[in-house]
């Protein structure tokens, strides 16, 4: 089995750059929660996406909610503007989106970004602040529970820096 | 009340085990991520068990029954 951890560190090593954003987030902050799925926030420009596609080649990305379930790599041709990408590929599910519901686009976030370093790779993540924002924005019941334990987490943390 | 002891009381009402929360955060992100990891990956094992007994539903034997 692939883990989140590498699909992380295959993209951060092709010099994708992105920030870390939804459940994987939460748990990179600190959330007891299980996520199976890995989100990221990055600007969906034709040499970009032309990247990605260099970058998950071999891994099969399909669009995952497309019933045909059609390839990434042809689909849709290049030059095509695009917002979002939801992929399953053979390391499971990726969600990559421009902007961040309550929160902004690519820039916004990463002004506010944390990082740190995973196997000598620097990644970014989107602030603890943000996260909350987008499940609070999002308003699901399970992103505003999951929110409600992102506060949780702000709040020991300020206990901590206290 | 503080917004904070708000904010970790509405966790707990809301059936979050803190105490988790409190282990992860004595540890780095990248610890975490590798913690979760490994969480996912019983997560999948136990799903792909469940899975197979679908398939492969195992009679009683009369001795349990």
């Known amino acids: 089995m692939h883990t989140l951890n590498q699909f992380l560190l295959r993209l951060a090593d092709a010099g994708v750059d992105f920030v870390v954003i939804g459940g994987y987030a939460g748990v990179l902050h600190g959330s007891s929660l299980v996520t199976r799925n890995l989100e990221i926030c990055a600007v969906l420009t034709e040499a970009n996406v032309a990247q990605l596609r260099r970058v998950l080649a071999e891994l099969h990305p399909k669009h995952r909610l497309t019933p045909q379930a059609l390839s990434f790599l042809d689909t849709p041709p290049p030059g095509t503007p695009l917002d979002n990408l939801y992929l399953r590929t053979d390391w499971g599910t990726v969600d990559i989106l421009s902007r961040v519901l309550g929160v902004g686009d690519f820039e916004r976030l990463k002004r506010q970004a944390e990082s740190f370093v995973l196997e000598s790779k620097r990644i970014r993540l989107i602030a603890l602040d943000d996260l909350i924002r987008a499940k609070e924005a999002l308003g699901r019941e399970k992103d505003l529970l999951a929110a409600k334990e992102l506060r949780a987490i702000a709040a020991l943390r300020a206990k901590d820096d206290s | 009340m503080s917004s904070a002891t708000d904010a970790i009381t509405e966790a707990e009402r809301a059936g979050f085990d803190l105490s988790l929360v409190e282990h992860s ?35 009683i034997s009369p001795a349990s029954r």
């Open chain 2, 25 to 59: 955060l004595t540890l780095t992100p990248a610890e975490r991520a590798r913690e979760h990891d490994g969480a996912l990956a019983l997560v999948l094992e136990l799903e792909r068990i469940r899975d197979e007994r679908h398939a492969h539903p195992q009679s």
